[in-house]
């Protein structure tokens, strides 16, 4: 089913924002804010799969197949185009609708897709007070992985194509992550010693037991032969293409090791 961002607007909406202004305009007839209402709903439908296609991540989130190979972007170059693209989306809306013309549910919608601009901007100046090796939970070196263990579906070999193809990108955003953190760090904002500890012992782990030594599987080694083996069994795969398959996959996760060791130090 096509992504729409009414449903997402709405539910921002409902946190966000309270449709009584809204409400106060001076009413219209309802074939114009209906006509004016479908013509809104259209333009950010395109909007937001526009963003999606900038989102690889929100793509397969959304059951999408998209840029499944690739994860995103998370330079600073690139935020600040988003937010570059965020804004010319909202000059673009003002200048096709009148909000006085839409229903009060149209105006909210109208509204949100500013207000979101408006936050992403917020947000992107503070960009450097969030490094993105900070914590156990919310830093990038567990957050990849997480990824492709809980989210990144393998229904078919597509997919398991593109699981392979996100664990050699993975070295790739380490070292974006690194960079900015060395540069929140010059900026005087570093992580409290024992978030720097957790994020030591949860890199070394990932890079820990098979295929990297003795011991259990490591996490990703463990995931992908699993979602392989699903594969295999539902008559998807045939067993020497998977075995193939995860040879790639076993290499890619070799490579992660070099990575994981500049995260640590």
């Not at 259209?42 to 991540?57: G, H, M, N, R």
């Not at 992107?124 to 990849?144: A, C, E, G, I, M």
């Not at 955003?173 to 760090?185: G, M, N, Q």
């Amino acid at each position: 089913m096509k992504p729409t961002i009414t449903a997402s607007l709405l539910a921002v909406a409902i946190g966000l924002l309270a449709p009584t202004a809204a409400m106060a305009q001076a009413p219209v007839t309802p074939a114009t804010a209906i006509s004016e209402d479908a013509r809104l709903i259209a333009f950010l439908d395109a909007e937001f799969a526009t963003w999606v296609k900038q989102q690889p991540q929100l793509a397969t989130r959304l059951g999408l197949k998209d840029g499944g190979d690739k994860w995103n972007d998370i330079s600073d170059a690139t935020a600040d185009a988003e937010v570059a693209w965020r804004q010319d989306s909202v000059k673009r809306m003002q200048a096709q609708f009148d909000r006085a013309k839409l229903s009060p549910q149209g105006q909210v919608n109208f509204d949100i897709w500013a207000l979101e601009a408006d936050r992403a901007a917020l947000s992107n100046t503070d960009r450097k007070y969030r490094p993105p090796l900070y914590s156990r939970l919310y830093s990038v070196h567990s957050q990849l992985p997480d990824f492709l263990v809980n989210t990144h579906g393998v229904a078919d070999v597509a997919d398991l194509k593109n699981y392979i193809a996100r664990l050699r990108g993975i070295p790739a955003v380490l070292d974006v992550a690194i960079a900015r953190t060395k540069a929140s760090e010059t900026a005087g904002i570093r992580a409290p010693k024992f978030q720097v500890e957790t994020v030591i012992s949860g890199s070394e782990k990932l890079i820990s037991g098979a295929p990297y030594g003795t011991g259990p599987d490591a996490a990703l080694w463990a995931d992908v032969k699993a979602k392989t083996a699903a594969l295999v069994k539902s008559g998807k795969l045939p067993q020497a293409e998977a075995d193939a398959l995860l040879a790639e996959a076993r290499s890619a996760i070799l490579d992660l090791k070099p990575a994981y060791e500049r995260v640590i130090a």
